[in-house]
């Protein structure tokens, strides 16, 4: 755990989503290509990851890649498809040797092959072999559209029902978040979007239903640990009621 007197180590969320957003702007801002500002972003990605496993945060979960990326110039998405590669070989060993568990979410199969290859390989690699309990599960979206993932879901389902393993009426909230790729994960407790954007661009509508939102200015290649503790300080200031009172929360 962290010693740091700003959290109460009681209160720390299980599970962080981040809209990784800015890139861009940084890099126009200092005059450098985009692909600059990707670059620098990918430090905060290590940064972010190392301060999460030192909270003891059990899931962290990173929109690195939308459905709707795709549409981006040839160039870009090219450097960013390198840059996951590069990040991927070259932090296996830093994975394994804190015990983080890779995971990924979104459409893998449309990713270049060579990008599925070591993914599939670091995932394999950082899967615990044993019930041993990861120091932290980083879930990385890729190619990641929520809409896309829902019909996906509601698809599965459905072959369920016409092959007669499911009827329609034992539908539950339970069963057809079983069938999102989140599947076994905890909901987010906190989304934090840098870059100063509200909006969620596609992302986890399902599970984000209940998490608290933050919104920070920071472009993403700012966004550093420290910020990130900022973050779940704001967090830990917030009264989460699930429709309840207050009052009803403090009698509990
Ligand atoms: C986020 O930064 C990274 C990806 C979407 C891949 P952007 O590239 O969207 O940066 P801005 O929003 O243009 O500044
Ligand atoms: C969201 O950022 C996707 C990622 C951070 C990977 P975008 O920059 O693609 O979002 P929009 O297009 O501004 O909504
Ligand atoms: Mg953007």
């Known amino acids: 755990m962290l010693d740091n007197p700003v959290l109460d180590p009681k209160r720390i969320p299980r599970h962080v989503a981040i809209i990784m957003d ?7 801002e200092r005059n450098l ?4 500002g990707h670059k620098a972003g990918s430090e905060s990605v290590k940064d972010v990851v190392k301060t999460a496993r030192k909270l003891n945060l059990e899931v962290l979960t990173l929109y690195a890649f939308s459905t709707e990326n795709w549409k981006r110039p040839a160039f870009e998405v090219q450097g960013l498809m ?5 990040y991927l070989k070259s932090e296996l060993q830093n994975l394994l040797g804190n015990s983080i ?9 449309n990713l270049p092959s060579d990008v599925r290859k070591i993914l599939t390989e670091v995932i394999q690699g950082t899967t615990p072999k044993t019930d041993e309990k990861p120091s932290l599960i980083l879930n990385l979206a890729l190619s990641y559209g929520s809409r896309s993932e829902i019909v996906r879901a509601a698809r599965a389902m459905a072959e369920k029902c016409v092959s ?3 009827e329609p009426q034992d539908f539950s909230e339970k069963f057809f978040a079983s069938h999102l790729y989140t599947s076994g994960l905890p909901d987010p407790d906190l989304l934090i979007r840098t870059g100063g954007e509200a909006r969620l661009s596609n992302f986890l509508l399902w599970q984000l ?7 920070t200015e920071t472009m993403w290649p700012d966004f550093r640990g420290a910020r990130f503790i900022e973050a779940i300080r704001d967090y830990q200031s917030r009264e989460r009621r ?3 009172t207050s009052e009803q929360l403090q009698a509990e």
Do not use: D, H, V
């Open 22 to 28: 800015g890139n861009g702007r940084w890099a126009k």
């Open 209 to 215: 239903s209940y998490a608290e939102l933050y919104i």
């Open 242 to 244: 699930f429709g309840q």
């Open 82 to 86: 390198t840059l996951l590669k590069t």
């Open 33 to 36: 290509p985009r692909i600059m």
């Open 101 to 109: 568990s890779l995971r990924c979410i979104g459409e893998i199969e």
């Open 164 to 166: 007669g393993q499911f």
